[in-house]
């Protein structure tokens, strides 16, 4: 089955700077690869997904690339502010295409003003 | 993004008692899930909520630990039953909107068992 591994656990920026945190997966066939923001005592909220026939995904200060031949995806912000400090974490849908996703371990951003 | 209601938002149980969290949805969907998020640790899925059908599990999750109902395409319970400690987690009923297919969390249920 699907299997995905996401590093950092912990990334610690300064306000203004950029941050990226990256994914691999492990079954070729997935087709969705979503990434969500989670903060303290919230549910996991959408901010970008890509699928596999697309390298690459902006909006505003958010972007996403995939690399379909290494299999793996990069989240990155730009002009990170104090309010994107939270737990980010990647997803595939294991070539389910219904949704039914496979997480990685999360990254905890910390962006310092 | 869509709009989900999980009730309740939070709740403290008894060990040996049984749970039921509710996911509303505010639109007609397929495909529904539940997911558990054990403290500071990621999610894992639980099983996918069938309509009108039995839901299927993944593995480690059996059905007379989390009963699960789907009687339409915009409700879905999951039970939790004969809690212990090691029950304490955040349980998410997540969506896949058809009409995008793009994937959405409720704000969990935050459940501690004493």
């Known amino acids: 089955g699907e299997n995905v591994e996401q590093h950092p656990s912990t990334l610690s920026v300064q306000e203004g700077d950029s941050a990226v945190i990256k994914c691999t997966y492990s079954d070729s066939a997935s087709n969705y690869f979503p990434w969500y923001k989670q903060e303290l005592g919230k549910g996991p909220q959408l901010i970008i997904d890509?699928?596999?026939?697309?390298g690459e995904k902006k909006d505003q200060r958010i972007a996403v690339t995939l690399n379909k031949t290494a299999k793996h995806f990069s989240l990155h912000i730009t002009e990170t502010q104090p309010e994107d400090s939270a737990v980010y974490f990647c997803?595939?849908?294991?070539?389910?295409?219904?949704?039914?996703?496979?997480f990685g371990q999360g990254t905890t951003l910390q962006v310092k003003p | 993004s869509a709009v989900i209601s999980q009730k309740p938002s939070r709740d403290i149980c008894q060990r040996g008692t049984s749970l039921t969290i509710q996911c509303q949805v505010d639109?007609?969907?397929?495909?529904m899930f539940w997911y558990r998020q054990q403290p500071g640790q990621s999610l894992t899925l639980i099983a996918t909520?069938?309509?009108?059908?039995?839901?299927?599990?993944e593995s480690g999750f059996v059905i007379d630990k989390f009963p699960i109902s789907r009687p339409n395409l915009t409700f879905s319970t999951l039970t939790v039953s004969n809690m212990s400690p090691e029950d304490s987690s955040i349980y998410l009923c997540?969506?896949?909107?058809?009409?995008?297919?793009?994937?959405?969390f409720g704000q969990g249920t935050r459940l501690t068992v004493v």
């Open positions: 997803a595939a849908d294991g070539s389910s295409n219904t949704g039914k996703l496979i």
């Open positions: 639109s007609q969907v397929t495909m």
């Open positions: 890509i699928r596999s026939n697309v």
């Open positions: 909520a069938n309509q009108g059908s039995e839901a299927t599990y």
């Open positions: 997540s969506v896949y909107r058809d009409r995008d297919s793009k994937a959405f």
